[in-house]
């Protein structure tokens, strides 16, 4: 199994650039997230799907946009990248059934905005 | 006030050493707890889940006081591959209906030789 994938690894955007975050998971888990990890803040949520067919704002969502595809694919879309948006994008997944379930994370997006 | 704060470290201990984080939390209402490992330039990887009773895995040790909403590592005989930020990490339930993750800023490990 591949766990949780995520592409690309690196990008570099120019201001006002957009792009898709893609990430994929192969645990036929039932919920996704996405968090940003910036230096200094720890990692926080943008957006999650708890299960196919929802999404709900996470405590960073502003200038992002994501979609579930399918159960295994959950996209982050930034139409109007900003430097603000410079940071480390990690996609996690989990079972969704319970407290105590572990998240698998992504190895993660580099993702620098000039 | 910072629903998670840890110590902010970094720690630099030898190797052999026993070395604790600690962890706060501010809500009360929070329903469960764990320590995640993050190698520099890696994704977070779940260490261990922490139990009101106290819960030990090998050479780490995770406890949990709720009354203090405090949550603490102690790790024994500190080995080099022990080097990383862990991260405290409370689950709560949000006003959707589900639950999710907070972390913490991470506290840096570095065991020295």
């Known amino acids: 199994n591949a766990g949780v994938t995520q592409t690309p690894k690196f990008q570099v955007l120019k201001t006002g650039q957009s792009m898709t975050l893609q990430c994929a998971q192969d645990?036929?888990?039932?919920?996704m997230y996405w968090y940003r990890q910036d230096p200094g803040m720890g990692l926080r949520l943008i957006y999650y799907s708890a299960s196919e067919g929802t999404t709900d704002k996470g405590e960073v969502p502003n200038g992002y946009n994501v979609s579930r595809l399918n159960k295994r694919e959950f996209s982050l879309r930034l139409e109007s990248a900003a430097p603000s948006q410079t940071s480390v994008y990690f996609c996690a997944s989990s079972e969704g059934r319970g407290t105590l379930e572990t998240q698998y994370f992504g190895p993660g997006t580099r993702l620098l905005v000039l | 006030r910072k629903e998670v704060e840890q110590d902010p470290g970094p720690f630099n201990v030898p190797e052999g050493a026993t070395v604790a984080f600690n962890c706060t939390y501010s809500n009360s209402a929070s329903q469960s707890f764990f320590w995640y490992r993050q190698d520099c330039r890696k994704e977070p990887k779940l260490l261990m889940s922490v139990y009101s009773s106290g819960n030990e895995d090998g050479r780490f040790t995770a406890q949990l006081n709720r009354a203090s909403q405090y949550i603490s590592l102690l790790i024994r005989d500190s080995k080099l591959s022990d080097s990383a930020t862990y991260l405290c990490?409370?689950?709560?339930?949000?006003?959707?209906?589900?639950?999710?993750?907070?972390f913490g800023k991470g506290t840096k490990l570095s065991v020295i030789p």
């Open positions: 645990m036929n888990h039932n919920s």
């Open positions: 990490v409370v689950n709560n339930l949000s006003g959707a209906g589900s639950y999710q993750l907070t």
